[in-house]
Structure formats: C-alpha cells, structure tokens
C-alpha cells in the first residue's frame, strides 16, 4: 500500500437528516434519499442480474466507480452470503477518489439494520488513512479491494476480468468526469464477454457514451419514481 495519504471526503462532508452523508463539494448525497439499500438491490443488483448469475458462477468480480459510504459493498456481501454455493469467490473492487473514514462510513450505514453485520466488519478492518490500494478479505469467500485515486488511473491499470460494475458516481452533471466516453471505454475494455453493467443515471450523454464504448444499452424503469435507470450487456 502507498504511504501517501490522499484527501479523506471528511473536509467537504456535510451531514442531513441526521446520518445522510452530503457532498459539499459536488453538492449531492452519497445516495438516494428515500433508501440506499433498496436502490442498491434494484439498480446494481437487479440490473446486473444478481443474484440469478451467482448460481453458476465460481469467480465472480464486481467493478463499482465510487465506494461512498460502502453501502453498496455491505448490501451486496449480505445478499452474496445468502445466495453463494461452497468454494465460490465474490471479488469487489471499488474506484474512489475520496475515501471517507472508517467513523464516517459507520455513521453513514447505522441506518440499515439489515447490514449491520457487514457495517461492523467493514468499520473494524477499514484503514485510519486509506490510500493507495486498500485489500481487505472479509471471509473466506469474499475479498474487498478499493482503490484510492482518479477512477481513469485506476480502472486502466486492472485486469480485464470484470463480470458486472455497478456505475455509482455522483450525479452526472455535477461530476462529468466520472462518466466520460474514455473512462466508460476502458471499463468496457474491461469486462468479460457477456460482461454486463448498471447504473442510476440516465442522462443521454451517459448513454451515448456507453453505447459508444461498445455495450448495447437497455432503459429500465429507475428507483421510488425515477423515470428511468440504464443496464446493459457487453457482447459476448
């Protein structure tokens, strides 16, 4: 692991309604309002394909642009447990340019007693300074990995041997780079044949740009009323 310390999300952190994590600096929350947890299940899960591709799957290795509080992690480690066979992986790899601390990522996911279990262990083995490449085995099937820095630099330098991402960067109009034609390139570049991807947004440069990069790209119905997400499927 590098010894440099990189900036922590806690200098431009703001927190409402209590334990709702804000961004001071894109001026958006960490994730959507009415409940995370959810969404993680319909968006990245569902639209992934998940659990259903566990079933026959050894090796399985997730991709996520924007660790964030980790919520995504811990909801996809529970439902992992529930569905995973004996001698099966889970890899989850995460591409975050400003890691929050291990007392904010605990505050942030005391909401949900549903991954309490998770919350704690992701708590009690997370670094007092995260930086470089953070690798942390949290059972015998399951390894997580996040990777502090640019989300381009570090996508580009990892094998070609992603199976789903779940796309979670902040709102694209507040954080264009996150969801540019050359990131979403090498994310293709880097997923399996029949590898597949989903995401919350929806916005037409989005799309155009994971159609550019070569995925066939589905509109699917989004989360508590939103109109629309995006999933899709690389060819194979």
Not at 96 to 107: F, K, N, S, T, V
Not at 166 to 195: E, K, Y
Not at 196 to 218: D, I, K, P
């Amino acid at each position: 692991m590098s010894e440099e310390i990189s900036p922590t999300a806690d200098d431009g952190l703001d927190w409402h309604e209590g334990d709702m994590p804000y961004s001071k600096q894109f001026g958006d929350h960490f994730y959507c309002r009415s409940d995370g947890r959810l969404e993680c299940g319909h968006v990245f899960l569902a639209g992934n394909g998940l659990p259903q591709r566990w079933e026959t799957s050894e090796t399985f290795r997730i991709g996520e642009l924007g660790f964030g509080t980790g919520l995504n992690f811990c909801e996809t480690w529970r439902q992992w447990k529930l569905a995973r066979r004996p001698g099966t992986r889970l890899h989850f790899t995460s591409f975050e340019l400003y890691p929050m601390r291990a007392e904010e990522i605990g505050r942030a996911l005391a909401h949900w007693s549903e991954i309490d279990a998770e919350r704690q262990a992701l708590v009690a083995a997370w670094p007092d300074e995260p930086a470089g490449r953070v690798e942390i085995v949290v059972d015998e099937q399951t390894k997580l990995t996040v990777i502090v820095g640019p989300a381009f630099d570090g996508v580009t330098a990892e094998q070609p041997d992603f199976d789903a991402w779940f796309l979670d960067g902040f709102a694209p109009a507040r954080n264009p780079d996150m969801w540019s034609q050359g990131l979403m390139q090498a994310i293709h570049d880097r997923t399996v044949p029949a590898g597949s991807f989903a995401t919350y947004a929806a916005a037409g440069f989005v799309r155009r740009n994971l159609q550019g990069a070569g995925y066939a790209v589905e509109r699917r119905p989004g989360f508590a009323g939103k109109r629309e997400m995006l999933c899709g499927r690389k060819a194979s």
